[in-house]
């Protein structure tokens, strides 16, 4: 399955500027779906809560395949809840339920019996804030891995990944020293080599660039644009410059409900609805 | 704008002067309380070695306990057992307590069972130690069947350790960020390996600080030992599990219940070997504890 996929890509990738879907002139829309071919993830009708508090309601989105999609919208819209459940890292939130359905591959990650485990290996994740292990820097890309059972050469696996993240010429000489001898702006793109290193599918990062610098923002939108390529991104921003520059499509959040989602171009040019206009011209939010 | 600031401020009273000087007189007044605790222990640590030091030779060490004949009176056969009780409550209690923690903080859900079992675990470990030799008396040497034995003393000891190495090793575990486990969950790691390779090592120093401090306060522990009717002036070494035993708490107890005067200098010199085990194992503790902070990198 995969393999077909990927010999789509290069097809796709010739119409990379033109809009995926093309939206039809009828008022407010919400949800638009992608030819199940080129989705990775699909939520349907997704609720998730805290407790009773419903922190997504019944959003339906479309993960397309080699493409950055950013999720925006103001603090408190749900928008890390949602990219969490997409790996069922939610299942760490003993309060957290969800309803409704996620498919990966077209597979309901939420049915029961569903393992995590190993849909946590193809999708991989990184976080806000840097979160690399309390060990060396060779040993915090080289141990998702390991535990993965990889079969290569460890050795060349860090360098791929260290130069990947575009990390390698500033810690080649270092490998192993501690992850936390490291900059923040350097941790994070440890932690991304460390999730790449994994080859995932997917990757999922919430706000990977909140703690860092322009220059090591910078850095890692580069990182960003070259990695769509092999993976399928997921971006949760609170930079709206950001979204616009790196990224296909943007879905756009508002008190746990998704608002809008369109081609990145389509939703900071001509949104179709007021409250996503509001938010992108900075009236709220 | 500027007038409304001024107004404002003329609204506050700082009154420096005088919170700092009851910062002053707060900080004195701890200054003296803590002096006292500090002059209290140098009076008893003084005390024991100006009776007992000059009593401490090789013989002290070699020989085994006399109600006899002070001069030749050693405590070997206590700081043997002393010494047997040790291993066996540091191999009963360890695997045990840190497996209670890690299931507790890393695996059982968090219900109304699983924080009831909490509440509990704190109480036992403020149950008086008494009360284990009462329950060691009725399970292990008479229900088990193990007699006055050094595993009896052994089990007893670990009972009582139970609920501060629990309660030390999962606090150790409750210190290590959140961030870890995700990070390592994320990239597919099931829980053993996240707890193994990752949870465990960063709480260690914090779980052996909490065992070392323990079983040092086992070992000092004479009451549970004498309700199980561990005897003194025991004149050979356990060579095994089920052997009788002393301990030396108990064998200090019964010199200084002795008549002579001889004997409390020998009660006295068995303190300060008491303390010489004691006294080591907690430094060591404490280093572990401020190497762990020194290195502590989230
Ligand atoms: N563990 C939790 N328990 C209860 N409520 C939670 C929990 N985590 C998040 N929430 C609530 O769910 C809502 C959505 O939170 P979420 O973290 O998904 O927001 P967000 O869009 O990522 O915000 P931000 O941009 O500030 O990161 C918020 O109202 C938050 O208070
Ligand atoms: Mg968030």
């Known amino acids: 399955m995969v393999k077909v996929l990927e010999s789509e890509a290069p097809a796709r990738r010739v119409a990379l500027d033109l809009p995926l879907v093309r939206i039809p002139d009828r008022g407010p829309q919400r949800e638009h779906a992608l030819p199940s071919s080129e989705r990775v993830i699909r939520a349907e009708q997704l609720t998730i809560r805290y407790g009773t508090f419903a922190a997504v309601r019944e959003v339906t989105l479309d993960i397309p395949s080699h493409r950055v999609t950013a999720i925006i919208g103001p603090s408190g819209c749900g928008k890390s809840t949602l990219l969490r459940a997409m790996n069922r890292m939610n299942d760490f939130v003993p309060s957290a339920s969800v309803a409704g359905k996620l498919f990966f591959r077209g597979e309901d990650i939420y049915r029961p019996g569903f393992d995590p485990v190993e849909l946590r290996r193809r999708i991989g994740m990184v976080f806000q804030k840097p979160n690399p292990f309390p060990k060396s820097i060779a040993k915090n890309v080289s141990w998702g891995a390991a535990i993965n059972g990889y079969q290569g050469n460890l050795d060349d696996l860090v360098e791929r990944a260290l130069h990947q993240a575009a990390l390698w010429d500033e810690v080649k000489d270092k490998l192993d020293d501690n992850a936390y001898t490291l900059s923040g702006g350097q941790q994070q793109r440890l932690c991304i080599a460390r999730a790449i290193a994994l080859q995932p599918e997917v990757l999922l990062m919430d706000e990977p660039c909140s703690a860092l610098d322009p220059i090591a923002t910078a850095r890692i939108e580069d990182l960003i644009d070259q990695l769509k390529a092999q993976y399928t991104v997921v971006l949760v921003t609170h930079n709206m410059q950001q979204a616009a520059r790196v990224s296909d499509r943007t879905a756009f959040m508002y008190m746990g409900e998704l608002i809008e989602v369109d081609d990145t171009t389509v939703i900071f040019t001509k949104p179709t609805q007021k409250k996503t206009q509001d938010y992108i011209t900075g009236r709220f939010g | ?298």
């Not at chain 2, 191999?91 to 507790?104: D, F, K, N, R």
């Not at chain 2, 030799?133 to 052994?154: P, T, Y």
């Not at chain 2, 004498?226 to 050979?236: C, E, K, P, R, S």
Request: net charge positive; glycine share 8%.
């Open chain 2, 1 to 298: 704008m500027t007038g409304a600031t001024a107004v404002s401020s003329s609204l506050f009273m700082p009154r420096v002067q005088r919170r700092r000087r009851s910062g002053r007189a707060f900080e004195l007044l701890c200054m003296l309380l803590s002096l006292f605790g500090l002059a209290f222990l140098a009076v008893l640590i003084g005390r024991v070695l100006w009776e007992g030091a000059s009593w401490i030779s090789v013989k002290f060490l070699t020989n085994f306990p006399s109600q006899m004949f002070p001069e030749n009176a050693g405590i070997k056969s206590a700081l043997w057992g002393t010494i047997w009780l040790m291993a066996i409550t540091t191999l009963t209690a360890v695997p045990i307590g840190v497996a209670a923690a890690v299931y507790l903080e890393e695996y059982a859900p968090r219900n109304r069972l699983t924080k009831l079992i909490h509440f509990n675990i704190t109480n036992l470990a403020g149950v008086p130690s008494i009360v284990y030799g009462i329950l060691g008396l009725a399970v292990f040497v008479r229900w088990f069947r193990l007699d006055r034995s050094v595993l009896s003393g052994g089990l007893i000891l670990c009972l009582l350790v139970l609920p501060v190495v629990t309660i030390a090793s999962r606090e150790a575990l409750l210190a290590v960020p959140k961030s870890i486990r995700e990070a390592a969950y994320a990239l597919g790691a099931t829980r053993w390996q996240t707890v193994r390779w990752h949870v465990l090592p960063a709480a260690l120093p914090g779980i052996m600080t909490g065992i070392i401090l323990a079983v040092s306060r086992a070992i000092g522990e004479a009451a549970p030992l004498i309700i199980i009717g561990a005897v003194t002036y025991v004149a050979f070494v356990p060579t095994g599990p089920l052997d009788y035993f002393t301990a030396l708490p108990i064998q200090i107890y019964a010199w200084t219940d002795a008549s002579q005067p001889e004997f409390h200098h020998l009660a006295a010199a068995g303190i300060i070997v008491l303390l010489g085990i004691l006294l080591p194992m907690n430094a060591v503790a404490v280093a572990v504890r401020a190497s762990q902070q020194r290195k502590k990198l989230w």
